[in-house]
Every structure is written in structure tokens, then in C-alpha cells.
């Protein structure tokens, strides 16, 4: 099992429509938490960092819930340049190791 | 201010080769990061130094792949020899870390490594 699972996707949908993306992980001593972008062929970008009281950047929404090991990222209005695929990611131990999913595939139709 | 440069960014090579990656991170971030990504997978961690110390390098498969930064700056990335499965891209990372704090890691384009 990995330590990060996420749902490849793809994940098509058209413009203005709100996606959800999922995420479990495995390791209850896990500290920090985040969702990465990467567009094709591209560098991974940071997106956001997830607390657990939740945050929002705009149209971006993050959730941790410790309890269920779940993360969670929502997208309102989608727009054709948030195509991309998304990484979940989370960070443990004392160098705060970075441990990322496989990534979700996001594809924004006009 | 620049971002972390790395080159080659594209390698051919046939198995049984050897290879060498270079990464120049970001000025003053004293934390650098070589990641392996395959492809349709999420990337992951090879080796992370503090400085020019080694502070993980637990999945650097060691009989093959080397890593050093002599003057904790710039870093090179070694595999010999090469095998089929090595094809990815190899990622380069750096960061301000302290251990109070842990800042955000910026990544380079990568080394898109292709073994034949």
C-alpha cells in the first residue's frame, strides 16, 4: 500500500464546474500537509499548504482531517488553465521528508 | 531572483552507462533535494542535503547512484551504470530549512533521462 493514495483520474470537466480531490495517507506521525501542481512536462509548484482548521486561497479549498488521515482539495469555477495534475503530499519526521501521491489528472473542458 | 537551474535537461543513453546531472539551487537555500519521478508517478525523494551534509539518503539505491555538494552549493547527481528503470526525470529541489520551520521546496525543470 502507498503511503499517499490519491485517484489518478483523469478527472474531465467542464469550465465553471466545482471538482473535488481526495487524498489518504498512511502514516499517523505525518506533520505537514499540501497540495503541488504540475502542469505537462513541468516542474511540481506548490499550491497550497493544508492546515486543519482548513484553508482557502480564492477558488481553492484544502481540509485536513487527522482523525480520517484524509486531505482534501476543492477547485469552484474551473477554468480551462487549472488543468494540470495534482499532487498530495505530506511531510514527516525531522527533516519533514516530503512523501507525494501519484498525482490526480485534472482536464478542464471549454 | 533565479530559480534552481539544472542541466542537462534532456539525456539519451544507452544501459550500462554512465550519467552525471548537475543542479545550481537558489542563492542562500542551504537545503537541496534530488527527486526521481517516473512517469504517471508522483516524485521521490533520492538523497536531501543540509548544506554539504548528507541528512537522507534512505531510498538512493547506493550500488549505482551517487550524489555529492562538496561546497554546499551546487550538487551532481552520478548513476553508473545506467539501467532501464533509471528512465525518469530526475528533479532537483532546494529550500530554507531550519529545524524550527520548514520552508517551501522550489523545484528545478528536471533531467528528462531516457536509457536505452
Known amino acids: 500500500r502507498k503511503e499517499v493514495e490519491q485517484d489518478p483520474g483523469p478527472f474531465n470537466v467542464p469550465e465553471g464546474a466545482t471538482v473535488a480531490f481526495n487524498c489518504t495517507y498512511s502514516?499517523?506521525?505525518?506533520?505537514?500537509f499540501f497540495w503541488y501542481r504540475q502542469d505537462c512536462r513541468k516542474e511540481p509548484k506548490l499550491l497550497m499548504s493544508?492546515?486543519?482548521s482548513g484553508n482557502e486561497d480564492g477558488r481553492f479549498t484544502a481540509q485536513l482531517n487527522r482523525a480520517s488521515q484524509y486531505i482534501s482539495l476543492l477547485i469552484r469555477d474551473s477554468k480551462l488553465s487549472d488543468s494540470a495534475t495534482y499532487l498530495c503530499?505530506?511531510?514527516?519526521?525531522?527533516?519533514?521528508?516530503?512523501?507525494f501521491g501519484t498525482g490526480t489528472l485534472l482536464a478542464v473542458q471549454p | 531572483e533565479a530559480g534552481v537551474a539544472q542541466s542537462p535537461r534532456y539525456k539519451i543513453i544507452e544501459k550500462r552507462q554512465s550519467v552525471a546531472f548537475w543542479c545550481n539551487p537558489i542563492?542562500?537555500?542551504?537545503?537541496l533535494y534530488w527527486y526521481q519521478q517516473i512517469l504517471g508517478q508522483g516524485p521521490k525523494l533520492l538523497i536531501q542535503?543540509?548544506?554539504?551534509?548528507?541528512?537522507?539518503d534512505s531510498q538512493l539505491p547506493k550500488d549505482r547512484f551517487s550524489a555529492e555538494r562538496l561546497k554546499g552549493v551546487d550538487s551532481t547527481l552520478k548513476i553508473q551504470p545506467a539501467k532501464l528503470e533509471d528512465s525518469a526525470v530526475y528533479l532537483c529541489?532546494?529550500?530554507?530549512?531550519?529545524?524550527?520551520?520548514?520552508?517551501?521546496?522550489?523545484f528545478g525543470p528536471g533531467t528528462r533521462l531516457t536509457v536505452t
Open positions: 529541489a532546494s529550500s530554507l530549512v531550519n529545524w524550527v520551520s520548514v520552508y517551501e521546496q522550489y
Open positions: 502514516n499517523s506521525a505525518s506533520q505537514s
Open positions: 493544508v492546515y486543519s
Open positions: 503530499v505530506v511531510g514527516r519526521g525531522a527533516t519533514n521528508k516530503l512523501i
Open positions: 542563492s542562500g537555500h542551504a537545503t
Open positions: 542535503f543540509q548544506n554539504n551534509g548528507v541528512v537522507d
